[in-house]
Antibody, heavy 123, light 107 residues
């Protein structure tokens, strides 16, 4: 069965960086885009971007350009999301989510999600 | 960015009710719309994509309709397990965007 297991909660100081991992199993990691979505406490969902695990290519939301870096390690079927220059506005649960399209020509909805990683930024 | 507007934000309903949630896009997104269910402390769960395609394993009481800018999610007969928040999402244009959510509460 498909599983996405994320790393544990993080507490960071303002100005620091955080790196969240998403370890996958149950499918061919390189066949599907991996997205990152965040949710501030009590708020809605915000898409941050995707990584093509096959090529390493990325597509970031403009809001996060320059601050986010998505990478992957195909040898361990794991995706990473690093966010830098953290502020209190970055306090949120961060999710990895698999694209439901098998391949790299399109991007569809997100069919499997990690359990979420709470990142708390303190000043 | 494409703005997705859901209505209502909160809905007080009872088990057995027929429930309809509306999602409007600020510009046409064809059929590239998904609906997710989210329970407190849990990740969202995909219910419907391409506006009306029910995901494998999602109950048949959920249905989606629409194209262009106006979409609906209908629950034909609300069950206790359905009390949750529901989000629409467009994946026609980057950046992908979500509605603000609709929370179903017990009346």
């Amino acid at each position: 069965q498909v599983q996405l297991v994320q790393s544990g909660a993080e507490v960071k100081k303002a100005g620091a960086s955080v790196k969240v991992s998403c370890r996958t199993s149950g499918y061919t990691f390189t066949d599907y885009y991996m997205h990152w979505v965040r949710q501030a406490p009590g708020e809605g969902l915000e898409w941050m971007g995707w990584i093509n695990p096959n090529s390493g290519g990325t597509n970031y939301a403009q809001k996060f350009q320059g601050r986010v870096t998505m990478t992957r390690d195909t040898s361990i079927s794991t995706a990473y999301m690093e966010l830098s220059s953290l502020t209190s506005d970055d306090t949120a649960v961060y999710y990895c989510a698999r694209d439901s399209y098998r391949g790299h020509s399109y991007s569809w909805a997100f069919d499997y999600w990690g359990q979420g990683t709470l990142v708390t930024v303190s000043s | 960015d494409i703005q997705m507007t859901q209505s209502p934000s909160t809905l007080s309903v009872s088990v057995g009710d027929r429930v309809t949630i509306t999602c409007r896009a600020s510009q046409s997104i064809s059929i590239w719309l998904a609906w997710y269910q989210q329970k407190p402390g849990k990740a969202p769960k995909l219910l419907i994509q391409k506006a009306s395609d029910l995901e494998s394993g999602a109950p048949s009481r959920f249905s989606g309709r629409g194209s262009g800018t106006e979409f609906t999610l209908t629950i034909s007969s609300l069950q206790p397990d359905d009390f949750a928040a529901y989000y629409c999402q467009q994946y026609n244009t980057y950046p992908y965007t979500f509605g603000q959510g609709t929370k179903l509460e017990i009346k």
